[in-house]
Structure formats: C-alpha cells, structure tokens
C-alpha cells in the first residue's frame, strides 16, 4: 500500500522518469521523447489531483457496490481496501494490453484479493457487477458528452450570421464629387461618357 504509493511517486519524479524514458528510447536514437519526461510532470502537476479523485471515487463505487449486494463492508477500513483492490485491479488490466479494457484481467484480480474474506462466488459476482456498472456509466458518459459536442456544433453553425458584402473604404481627406455617391450594385458614370 504505502510503499508502492512511495515507488510510484519516485518515478514519476520528471529526474527518474526522465532517466527511465531516456534508457527505454535507447534502440531509438530519432525519436522526439527526450522531452516527455518535462511534459509528464507538468500534466501530472495540473491533472494528477483530479486522476487521483477519479480513481479514489471508483475504488468508492466498488464499495458502495459490494454494499448494495448486502456484503459485510462497512467502516472507512472496508471502504479503504475497496479503494486499494479496485485501482490495483484497474492497473493490472492496463498492464495486459492484448485484452481490452483489462477484460478478464480485472475480474480474476479482484477474486483473487477478495476470495479469503467475502469466498470465491461472492467475490466473482461483485467483481461481474462493478464491470457492469463502470461499463454502463462510462457508455452514458461518452454517449452523454458525444451529444453535448453534436448539439454544441449544432448550435454554433446556426449562430453564423449571414454574409454581409465588405463596406469600400474612401482614404480619409478625399471627397467625392457631387453625384458620384455610389450606389451598390451599380457602376460610376464614366467620365466623357454619354447618358
């Protein structure tokens, strides 16, 4: 728990990291990574607070969850484990890139830890339902913000208003001759031509 939470904030210090990407880009002399490590820290910076929020409030779901099914998960402790299998279930399906979205992985991961307390059946049935339940929740968030930007555009295209011919610019201090005001759509007289 700790330590790895310890591990993970070594590396992901832009000094270590930055050595790490440096030795795995070694077969790769033209890749542009160099900078990645700079990159990495400053997106962490601004965005790790919220990554870690999400996977705090999914590691909560899994608990609320389990509770819904009627498991003895009770006090900030159960609510804590929840938090600790649920992200380390999460990595380890990112980890097994050859199955999407860690199909499988995550399941046999969470059975796994929780077996010993709540037995193997119950531990597969929650592990099923919270695949449900994050699989349902991320199809209506996607769906949800793939409407918004669909309706957004929408709404911008219908916001442009129409065309308007550019206005002709006279250079201040020249003043036209009586009668040669322009009329739009229609040429000047030419000079020595006849009506």
């Not at 409030?57 to 600790?84: C, E, N, T, Y």
Request: glycine residues 12%; aromatic residues 6%.
């Amino acid at each position: 728990g700790l330590a790895s939470a310890v591990a993970l904030a070594v590396a992901s210090h832009p000094v270590v990291f930055g050595r790490v990407v440096k030795w795995a880009t070694v077969p790769f002399p033209e890749s542009e990574v160099g900078h990645v490590a700079h990159v990495w820290y400053a997106v962490f910076r601004r965005w790790g607070i919220l990554s870690i929020a999400g996977w705090v409030l999914g590691g909560i779901s899994f608990w609320a969850v389990m509770r819904g099914l009627g498991l003895p998960v009770h006090g900030s402790k159960d609510m804590l484990q929840a938090i600790g299998v649920s992200a380390l279930s999460t990595v380890l399906g990112f980890v097994v890139i050859v199955l999407p979205a860690g199909l499988g992985v995550r399941e046999v991961v969470l059975i796994r830890l929780l077996s010993g307390r709540l037995g193997a059946s119950t531990a597969a049935v929650a592990s099923l339902v919270i695949r449900l339940v994050w699989t349902v929740v991320e199809a209506l968030l996607a769906g949800g913000a793939y409407g918004v930007s669909l309706t957004r555009r929408a709404l911008r295209g219908k916001a442009v208003p129409a065309e308007v011919a550019p206005a002709v610019e006279v250079p201040s201090g020249t003043a036209k001759p009586a009668g040669e005001e322009s009329v739009p759509g229609v040429d000047p007289p030419r000079k020595g031509a006849s009506p």
